[in-house]
């Protein structure tokens, strides 16, 4: 079992950074690839980016490619989203998960543990 926690979200202006982190207890977090989803009101969760389970391998979506990073400390088992350059159209609750592979993570599917959330909001 792994229990997900995120931190670090926020209120933030247009054009500014912000960097959310994820916790993992439980099984170490290197048994897994990990990822970050987000949801924004009324809207359906989504992928945002994923790392392989030796963060040797990444993957984002078009729509933050350039502007979020994805990281991940094994040691510390933490798994870090560093967003810069951000729009109002990244409000949303962003959501760690925990998977079997990065490509699993990327489609959404077979995701073994969520986080609860932590509230990104992107002001003008």
């Known amino acids: 079992q792994v229990q997900l926690v995120e931190s670090g979200g926020g209120l933030v202006q247009a054009g500014g950074s912000l960097t959310l982190s994820c916790a993992a207890s439980?099984?170490?977090?290197?048994?897994?690839?990990m990822g970050w989803f987000r949801q924004a009101p009324g809207k359906e969760r989504e992928f945002v980016a994923a790392i392989s389970r030796n963060g040797a391998s990444t993957y984002d979506v078009d729509s933050v490619e350039g502007r979020f990073t994805i990281r991940r400390d094994n040691g510390k088992n933490t798994v870090s989203l560093q967003m810069n350059r951000v729009k109002p159209e990244d409000t949303a609750v962003y959501y760690c998960?925990?998977?079997?592979?990065?490509?699993?993570?990327?489609?959404?599917?077979?995701?073994?543990?969520w986080g609860k959330g932590t509230l990104v909001t992107v002001s003008p």
């Open positions: 998960a925990a998977s079997t592979s990065l490509a699993s993570l990327r489609v959404k599917t077979n995701i073994l543990y």
């Open positions: 439980g099984r170490t977090s290197s048994s897994y690839a």
